[in-house]
C-alpha cells in the first residue's frame, strides 16, 4: 500500500453525532418532540415541530418507511434497533443507527439517532481496498499453481486436484479439525504447478463464519520449496554425522554449552560405557546426564563447564554416575570446545573411568 493510500485511509478519529425525537406511531411518525440538532438537521425550526409540523416520514427513503414502522410498532417491543437512511433539509441521505424506545401505554416513541455516515464512508474505502487486495492475492495464487486469472475463470479448480496425493490425507483432516473445533490449520503440503511438478509450500488458514451463510475457507500458501531442500540436506548432513559419531572409538559425546549435561549424540563404546541402551537413555532418561548424577554435584559440573567455555579451553571435570541397581562408576569427564560454521559452539567429550 503506496503513502497515498494510507492517506487517504483517514485513520484520525471522529465525533459521532446523536440526535433525540419523539414520534407519534398512531399519525403518520409525527413528531412531537425533538433537540436542536434534529431541528437544524431537518431545517424545521423548534416551535414548528412544537405546532406537529414535522413528520419523520418525510425524512425517510420511501423504501425505508414500512420497514421503520414495522420495526417501532412489534408487539411487547420496549425497545427497537435499526438502520435507515435519513434526509436532510437539502435531500441529502444521512445514514444512522437508530435506538427506539417505546412509551408505555402510549403511542409515542422516543428515537434516538446515531451518524456513522463515517463509519460507513470509511467501511466501503477499506472494501474498496480489499478488492484491489484480493485481485493481488488471486494472481500471486494463480502464480503459485502455474495457472492464470483468465483460466481460473474459466475453470474451477479443486484443493484436492492441486494436492499431492500423498499430502491430500493430512490437509484433510487439518481441515476438518478446524471446522470440529475452531482451529487454524498450519501445515505443510506439496502443490501441483504443472503435470507431474510440485512445489512445497506452507498452508496456514482459517474458517471463517458468516451468520446464515456457509462458512468460509481462507487459506494463505507461501513457497517454501528452497526451504524444504535446505532442511532436506541439513537432515542428510546430521544423519551422516549420527552415522560417523557412532563409529567414533572411546565414549564419546557432543552436548551444547548452555546446558553441558544434556546429550546431543553419542557414539556406541558411549552406550556400552554407560550400561543402557540408546533408547533407554534418550527416552527414560531423556539424555540427560544430571538424571544419573546426585543432584547438587549435576548442579556443580554444569557451572563448572559453562564457566571454561567462556574461556574456550580444554576442561577435564570429575562425578559419579549411579547406573543400574545404584552400582556407583566415578568418571573422569574430558571435554573440548568446538565452534561450528555457524559461529555456535558446543562439547566434544570423552568418558574414562577413574
Known sequence: MGATQRENMDPAPYEVEFMNVVVDKANDLQVTDADSHFAQFAGVHPSKIKQGKLFLYDKLKPADRERVMQNICKKGARFTYMTMDLLDKKG????????????????????????????????????????EMNELINKGCCRLFGTSQESSRLRAYRLDELLHPDDRSAVFQAIGRAMAVGEEVDCECRVRVHEGEFIWCQLRAGIQRYEGECPVFHAVF??????????????????????????????????????????????????????????????LF??????????????????QLRTGAADRRLLTVEYTLYIGDACALRVRDSRKVIEHPDGSKAFLGVLNVI
Request: charged share 25%.
Open 92 to 131: 441529502t441521505p444521512l445514514f444512522v443507527h437508530c435506538v427506539g424506545q417505546n412509551y408505555e401505554d402510549s403511542t409515542l416513541c422516543r428515537m434516538t439517532f446515531a451518524d456513522v455516515s463515517e463509519s460507513r464512508r470509511r467501511q466501503e474505502q477499506l472494501r474498496a481496498q480489499a478488492v
Open 222 to 283: 507461501t513457497d517454501i520449496t528452497r526451504i524444504k531442500a535446505a532442511e532436506e540436506k541439513a537432515d542428510r548432513e546430521a544423519q551422516r554425522m549420527v552415522s560417523l559419531f557412532k563409529n567414533l572409538p572411546g565414549a564419546t559425546f557432543f552436548t551444547g554449552t548452555a546446558d553441558p549435561l544434556q546429550l546431543d549424540l553419542v557414539s556406541e563404546d558411549f552406550i556400552q560405557f554407560i550400561g543402557y541402551s540408546r533408547t533407554e537413555l534418550f527416552q
Open 286 to 303: 531423556s539424555g540427560n546426564l544430571a538424571r544419573l548424577m546426585d543432584e547438587n554435584e549435576a548442579a556443580a559440573v554444569a557451572v
